[in-house]
């Protein structure tokens, strides 16, 4: 049983910073890509980034380059959503996902965290 859980959401201000955590667990994640999704609130679920687990850059959406990192730890088997420079339209519940391989469909999510960012 795959688990993927968040954590590090909250609320802040406009221009701060949050790093949320993915602690993954239930199987070997080597081979396999890890995902960041957001959903605000009357919109649909959107790509924010992805990283192998095993290595090689990150990839993001125009709108986070620049300002939000992904980075894994795989002693810990957790991976990590670094946000710099939060705006307002960051504003949405925060996913974690996982697909086996590099491409292919995102088979394992998790539950979601909040992130609130105040003007």
């Known amino acids: 049983q795959v688990q993927l859980v968040e954590s590090g959401g909250g609320l802040v201000q406009a221009g701060d910073s949050l790093r949320l955590s993915c602690a993954a667990s239930?199987?070997?994640?080597?081979?396999?890509?890890m995902g960041w999704f957001r959903q605000a609130p009357g919109k649909e679920r959107e790509f924010v980034g992805r990283?192998?687990?095993?290595?090689?850059?990150?990839y993001y959406r125009d709108s986070v380059k620049g300002r939000f990192t992904i980075s894994r730890d795989n002693a810990k088997n957790t991976v990590y959503l670094q946000m710099n420079s939060l705006k307002p339209e960051d504003t949405a519940v925060y996913y974690c996902?996982?697909?086996?391989?590099?491409?292919?469909?995102?088979?394992?999510w998790g539950q979601g965290t909040q992130v609130t960012v105040s003007s």
């Open positions: 239930g199987r070997t994640f080597s081979g396999s890509t």
């Open positions: 996902a996982a697909r086996p391989g590099v491409t292919g469909s995102w088979d394992y």
């Open positions: 990283i192998a687990w095993t290595g090689g850059s990150a």
